[in-house]
């Protein structure tokens, strides 16, 4: 009998991961607003953030075994009620004396509490489905995510200029504690692998060795896999998060508009490329992974030819609008396939530990992704078609060349 997608549990998730997201991105678009209203600083909210950033690097594969260990639905609604708590005593809190250092710690707090979010809800999928559902089911929340960073911008502006910053934040308590009430109704089987030792540190140093040698050792591909996707966030947030907007901006000097409706095409490339995976789900498996990759190559380096070519600055906007939203898509597709695979691959006993270190890895590499491309196109400012077509040559002969390793999967 062919398993649903939607099941109850599924349905339940994707609710609660709605408004857990949606609070998320109002809450960090209003901090982020007030810092720099009240700052008049971005270099100093970018310093609060990469600091908060730390603790979930650092956390995540404690989070991950954890997850493990722990019943996840239970995680879940403990972490959301957390959340919600510290977001409310931050309120209550806050004033004009002490408002930067309370929103300082209160995403330190946040960091924290993320670093064991990620990887439960990630591990929460293999438990509920299986086979080509699991792929769909990563696509859905994609989908949820991406909707909510498209809606909540808009709406958590309009909040935040009307009623102010602890409205928001009220707002976002209130989100918060509505994702633990839906995460109540999910009912999850929890049967972790268990040691002949009792001592609690002695199974976290046994999870964490155990796992390290499964990916180092026993199941090699998995490693491989992590390297891929990180290898693509490296280049790929770079040119996105960097490059896209000083391209705009800078380079091809258009305003604040052109730029908005790139983000908003962007926002709905993702989608797109979440809808894509889902639909496509039985094609596209590992050993396509290689073709998606190469895809990502091709598109920045149609970027860099609309540079080189003798026409307006209107038209290598599209060129660029068209090529970054496919570059989008091609990055949507591979991390869900690539996540996929990896859920379907590993033992359930596993699946948090894989998750919390697919996330601390991409963690890391994107802001060094950042920097070095920061760097290259403040170097490269009159030959921006070298960056782009340099990284996607470099992108696409390595999709080429792993071509024999996704064929083997």
Not at 52 to 66: D, V
Not at 110 to 138: H, R, W, Y
Not at 148 to 170: D, R
Request: glycine letters at 4%; charged letters at 10%; one cysteine or more.
């Amino acid at each position: 009998m062919t398993q649903k997608l939607f099941t109850k549990n599924f349905i339940f998730l994707i609710l609660g991961q709605a408004t857990s997201l949606f609070g998320n991105f109002i809450l960090k678009l209003a901090l982020s607003m007030y810092v720099l209203e009240k700052t008049k600083s971005a270099s100093i909210f970018a310093e609060i953030l990469s600091i908060a950033t730390i603790p979930t690097i650092l956390l995540s594969p404690l989070g991950g075994i954890i997850a493990d260990r722990v019943n996840k639905r239970n995680i879940m609604i403990l972490l959301d009620v957390l959340t919600g708590i510290f977001v409310l005593l931050a309120t209550i809190i806050l004033s004009e004396y002490n408002d930067i250092i309370t929103i300082s710690i209160l995403l330190v707090i946040l960091s924290i509490l993320a670093a064991f979010e990620t990887p439960t809800v990630q591990a929460c999928i293999p438990s509920m489905l299986t086979g080509d559902n699991i792929t769909k089911a990563n696509a859905v929340v994609n989908q949820i995510a991406s909707l909510s960073y498209f809606i909540a911008p808009m709406l958590g502006s309009i909040l935040y200029t009307i009623f102010g910053l602890k409205a928001v934040m009220y707002s976002s308590t209130f989100f918060f504690f509505i994702t633990a009430l839906l995460e109540c109704f999910i009912k999850l089987n929890h049967s972790p692998f268990h040691y002949n030792n009792n001592n609690i540190f002695f199974t976290i140093k046994q999870d964490f060795l155990c796992s390290i040698q499964y990916i180092f050792k026993e199941q090699t591909s998995i490693l491989k896999i992590l390297l891929f996707t990180s290898f693509s966030r490296f280049f790929v947030t770079g040119i996105i998060i960097v490059g896209l907007p000083y391209i705009v901006r800078t380079i091809l000097s258009l305003n604040a508009k052109y730029y908005g409706a790139v983000e908003s095409a962007l926002a709905i490339a993702t989608i797109l490329g979440s809808i894509f995976a889902g639909l496509f789900s039985k094609k596209w498996k590992a050993h396509n992974l290689y073709i998606i990759f190469s895809f990502i190559g091709l598109f920045m380096i149609t970027s860099g030819i609309a540079f080189i070519l003798p026409v307006n600055t209107i038209t290598k906007y599209s060129i660029n609008v068209i090529s970054y939203c496919g570059m989008q898509i091609a990055v949507t597709i591979f991390s869900i396939c690539a996540v996929s695979f990896i859920q379907q691959k590993i033992p359930n006993y596993f699946i948090g530990k894989m998750m919390a270190y697919t996330s601390a890895i991409t963690l890391c590499v994107q802001p060094i992704g950042q920097i070095v491309y920061g760097s290259l196109f403040d170097y490269f400012h009159n030959k921006i078609y070298f960056i782009m077509i340099t990284t996607g040559i470099i992108i696409y002969i390595t999709a080429i060349l792993s071509s024999k390793f996704f064929k083997a999967l």
